[in-house]
């Protein structure tokens, strides 16, 4: 008997942002300290604006958001420290860092910045199974995306605004695994339970 409910994966969409594209791009009150004791400037919120471009989008609860490629330019009071990107949504991944707990927003990429401002932070993902969480069904609904950037050892004020991210960016794969009855014997090729692995026969249960 033929495997019937095959899982079907769904590359959904790509998102492209940028920094210069950063609504708060200008806005001190975006600035603030991640450690929570006011007295060192070393985060910033982000918000990009997606236009409405996705809103129709609808994803299942077993959707997951995917660093691909991401670069973070070289400030000054960061460099040769380590930076935290967390993407600023509730998810069903159970998340902790010892810096918030899990009162913060979950980290979906962490990178260290090297020690000459003129040579670009750059980071490559080539796994789906790295750099990524669980997003909520209407993440793409809402019309932005929100970040946060850190450097919590920063013993130094960072200044973020003035355009000094305007060449940040990040590139997000959203992954979906939709539970669905399908036909397409490529993307969920049907599983033979009497000839499975060179005619090894699974017990039937």
Known sequence: MAFQKNI???????????GDDDIFINNSQSEYDCTGLNTTTNSKRIRFNLN??????????????????CGVPGLTNMLSKSILLR???????????????LNGNPIILSMA????????NVL???????YNINIP????????????LECPSASTSITFTGGVLS???????????????????????????????????????
């Open 113 to 120: 910045i090297g020690s000459d401002i003129a040579i670009p």
């Open 87 to 101: 993407l600023v949504v509730s998810t069903q991944d159970k998340t902790c860092d010892t810096k918030k707990f």
């Open 124 to 130: 490559y993902n080539a796994s789906e199974f790295f």
């Open 52 to 69: 409405n471009s996705l809103s129709d989008v609808r994803l299942s609860q077993n959707a997951r958001c995917i660093v691909e490629s």
């Open 167 to 205: 060449n940040f960016y990040i590139n997000l794969i959203i992954v979906d695994e939709d539970m669905e009855i399908t036909n397409d014997n490529i993307l969920a090729p049907p599983i033979d339970y009497k000839n499975y692995n060179n005619n090894f026969p699974i017990k039937q249960y």
């Open 137 to 148: 069904t209407n993440f793409l609904s809402n019309g932005y995306i929100d970040m946060e």
């Open 8 to 18: 079907k994966y769904k590359q959904v969409t790509r998102i492209s942002l940028f």
